[in-house]
């Protein structure tokens, strides 16, 4: 992803844009596949991944971001890394509490 370019995308997605969103989804079901299989840190590099391409591209607020930090959480906790697990669940229930 090209840090540069910190605009958010639009409903109107431009090319380069539209790449990275199928980059993100490729990488979400890549982690999601790989938390479904308890291999716990090899999901956690690809959400954490996953959370800084969502911020970028959709910005820190948006019900995606949410939810990838929950699974963040998910595979962290997996690992017996509590106290992060624990953090990034709050981060993630504050976000969605925010959006409703």
Known sequence: MNNENNSQCSANF???????????????QRADEL????RFAEAEQLYRELCLGLE??????HPDVAEAKHKLAAALGGQGKTAEAVANEQSSQILKAALK
Do not use: R
């Not at 090319?15 to 199928?22: T, V």
């Open 35 to 38: 938390l479904l299989a308890e």
């Open 56 to 61: 970028v591209l959709l910005g820190p607020a």
């Open 14 to 28: 431009d090319p380069p844009c539209q790449e990275s969103l199928e980059n993100i989804k490729s990488v979400s």
